[in-house]
């Protein structure tokens, strides 16, 4: 059985990897594929954590596997409401260019 | 008094209501009624409550000592508990009879006069709402109620005055009459205060009935006295608080005829008399009021000579008459204060109409040297101002000669007066009356008799009212020389006034005057006239005005057309500091408070700076400031780890 360890240093380089595609993309699409990267590493420490617990018999095994669900679901529909805005955005824009959204700065 | 001898009576009560309900109907629709609607329905509900007043008056017993019309409980606490009702009594009825009579006329003439104004409807509901206000002063039974119409009257007078408000010089007259009867104001509520001390009641009957019994010249009495003077002083315009008075002619002519010569200038009068008993046992200030009325009396004819305004000659000559009135009830001749105060009425609403006429024929002229042999072309009006002219100016057999000689007669023998002055105080009202014949003699012969002074085009256009205009002129001419038999002197005949008031206001004791000293003051009354109408002829006829010319041009000119400088008196005395201490106050305002105010700003200012320049709207930026916050929390967490 691949140790947990490796796991977590996956997950964290996933994370590392969004974290920085986010700030460094300029193309909302991009950006969203980040965060999509950043949520999913998050999930994979999760379950890591939650087979450790299952390993080790412990009771809140599930809860980590639980949680993951709810983040899927909240994914699903952050990009579903993004990706309209982005929609609306590009149809009067014709760009997805964050750096230009900042009108409303003070 | 049987029941319904006393409805009947009570129907006056309801004259007030009348004129509210007129007053409504013309603020609330008059706009969309078409022209002469407003005017008559105005005029028809004073007619009608001029109707009540009569059916009242008949059915009033002479000797009855007054009917009551409760209408609620206006407060109750402690000691104080004030009851809102109308008393309706001779005096209340004469007065009542004389606004709504009176106001009946004006009205109607009104309606001529305000065509196409665009205030028409506005005009008759400010002008309906006043009559109602003056109603309720005359009728009130306590003080607070009298106060009600009191300030009512107050506001109807600001409201006229400023009618054609988008002058600023007419609105500035409004503010001023308003300003200046405050003072007044403050006098009444502080008379009030001492009455309620030294009464325990604020009921006007309750209050005069007992009068007598408190000491004869108390201070307290004397003080309730001098209050209720200065009230009286603000509301009639007398010495020092005359000023408004002149300025208020800015209004239109009705409402200075209506509100500036019958009705709400002559209520301190009415005051006075009221509360007669009061006065009666204090001498102090009834010789007070007798004094600031004289010297009201002849300040204002004084004025009066330099005038070139048509209204305003008149407007001193008002506060020169009602000066005359103050001087009689200050005398303790109550009735015969409300018998020039009637017969004033008549004389000078008729005048001020009849120089309304004379403005409305010309296009507005108000400058009498621009005027001349107008009686020629308006022959109605010249006819009715002449008999105004003579009836003021105390002509024998015309109203004026009759009030004039009985406030003569009662200054020289009134006991209230005897050894303060009641000889001084005699002469200078004789002295008044030839000032009084004079410059009312240099008016008409101005306006309406000599020769034209003004363009032929301007005189052509020059023609006789219409009748709505010039019926009322008539109906005030024919009362100018009828109501003076209602008080006729001892020696003549009966005295029909006086018989009448007698019940309810009394009159403060006098020495009798024999048949031949009444014969000798009527001669010297008759003397004044001719002297002052003679002079007035010499002047002006005979000498063709050179003479007024060059004393007008020179410091006396100056002096009465500027009212005797009491208006730069005042304004060096209270608006300069006033003003001072204001531009002080701002300064500290400006230079102090608001410069911490602004200085307590400048921290929050700066903070707002900072917090902005992080908001640049760039995604990417807040992106990384959120990382770099999780590391460092991150790194927090973890170091509190190691070290524990």
């Known amino acids: ?106 | 008094m049987s029941d319904s001898v006393t409805n009947l009576v009570q129907l006056a009560a309801l004259a007030p209501l009348l004129a509210l309900v007129g007053s409504i109907i013309n603020g609330l629709f008059g706009r969309s009624l078409k022209e002469p609607l407003p005017g008559i329905i105005a005029s028809t509900v004073v007619g009608a409550a001029f109707v009540l007043a009569l059916v009242a008056f008949f059915a009033y017993p002479a000797d009855a000592l007054g009917v009551r019309v409760h209408l609620g409980s206006f407060l109750s606490a402690g000691d104080l508990s004030l009851d809102l009702g109308f008393m309706i009594d001779q005096l209340s009825l004469v007065m009542t009879l004389i606004i709504t009579g009176i106001g009946f006329l004006i009205h109607v003439y009104s309606i001529g006069y305000m065509h196409g104004d665009a205030g028409y409807s506005r005009f008759f509901a400010q002008l309906n709402l006043f009559v109602a206000a003056m109603l309720v002063l005359v009728l009130a039974d306590s003080f607070p109620l009298m106060f009600i119409g009191w300030e009512g009257v107050g506001v109807c007078s600001y409201l006229l005055i400023s009618f054609w408000y988008t002058q600023k010089e007419n609105a500035d007259a409004g503010r001023k009459a308003f300003i200046v009867n405050r003072v007044g104001d403050v006098g009444f509520l502080l008379a009030m205060f001492l009455t309620f001390k030294v009464f325990g009641s604020l009921d006007i009957q309750t209050v005069t009935a007992a009068a007598p019994a408190i000491m004869f010249g108390s201070v307290a009495l004397t003080g309730i006295g001098l209050l209720y003077l200065v009230a009286a002083a603000g509301k009639s315009a007398q010495v020092p608080l005359q000023v408004w008075l002149p300025d208020a002619m800015a209004g239109p002519t009705p409402v200075s005829a209506l509100i500036h010569a019958a009705t709400m200038v002559t209520a301190g009068v009415y005051l006075i008399a009221r509360i007669g008993p009061i006065y009666a046992q204090a001498p102090g200030a009834a010789a007070t009021v007798a004094w600031v009325g004289v010297l009201t009396a002849l300040i204002a004819a004084f004025c009066a000579f330099a005038q070139t305004d048509i209204k305003r000659i008149l407007a001193y000559s008002t506060i020169s008459q009602v000066g005359f009135m103050i001087a009689a009830v200050g005398a303790g001749a109550y009735w015969v204060g409300i018998f020039h105060l009637l017969t004033h009425a008549f004389f000078k609403a008729l005048l001020f109409l009849s120089s309304g006429s004379v403005i409305h024929a010309m296009g507005g002229e108000q400058d009498v040297r621009r005027m001349g042999g107008i009686g020629a072309r308006m022959k109605i009006t010249g006819t009715a101002a002449l008999i105004g002219t003579l009836a003021i100016a105390g002509v024998p057999f015309l109203s004026g000669f009759f009030s004039k000689d009985a406030i003569l007669g009662h200054e020289l023998s009134s006991n209230l007066l005897a050894g303060r002055g009641s000889e001084v105080l005699f002469a200078l009202l004789l002295i008044t009356a030839i000032a009084t014949a004079f410059y009312m003699f240099r008016w008409y012969y101005l306006v309406f008799a000599g020769e034209p002074r003004h363009e032929r085009a301007v005189a052509e256009k020059i023609h006789e009212t219409p009748s709505v205009m010039s019926v009322p002129l008539v109906v005030l001419a024919i009362g100018s020389v009828l109501v003076g038999y209602l008080g006729l002197p001892a020696v003549i005949g009966r005295n029909i006034i006086e018989e009448w008031l007698e019940p309810v206001i009394g009159s403060a004791p006098f020495t009798h005057l024999s048949s031949s000293s009444e014969w000798l003051l009527i001669i010297a009354s008759i003397a004044a006239v001719a002297i002052g109408l003679g002079a007035g002829y010499w002047v002006y006829v005979v000498n063709k005005g050179k003479l007024a010319e060059r004393l007008g041009s020179g410091a006396l000119g100056t002096l009465s057309r500027n009212g005797l400088g009491f208006d730069a008196v005042n304004r060096a005395l209270l608006t300069k500091p006033a003003e001072s201490v204001a531009d002080g106050l701002s300064v500290l305002d400006r230079e102090v408070l608001d410069r911490a105010v602004v200085a307590s700003a400048a921290p929050v200012d700066l903070l707002g700076k900072l917090a902005t320049a992080w908001q640049s709207g760039q995604v990417r930026m807040y992106a990384m400031a959120m990382l770099a916050g999780a590391v460092v929390l991150a790194v927090l967490v973890a170091a509190l780890e190691v070290l524990s």
């Open chain 1, 1 to 106: 059985m691949v140790a947990t360890e490796y796991y977590v240093a996956l997950s964290a380089v996933l994370f590392g990897l969004g974290a920085v595609g986010f700030i460094t993309r300029r193309s909302a699409i991009l950006m969203f594929l980040s965060v999509e990267l950043m949520l999913n590493a998050a999930n994979l420490a999760m379950i890591a954590y939650a087979r450790q617990w299952t390993t080790a018999g412990g009771s809140q095994a599930l809860q980590g596997q639980g949680a993951v669900f709810i983040i899927l679901a909240v994914a699903a529909a952050e990009v579903a409401v993004g990706l309209g805005i982005l929609v609306a955005i590009f149809r009067n824009r014709a760009s997805t260019d964050v750096d230009l959204l900042s009108e409303v700065r003070a």
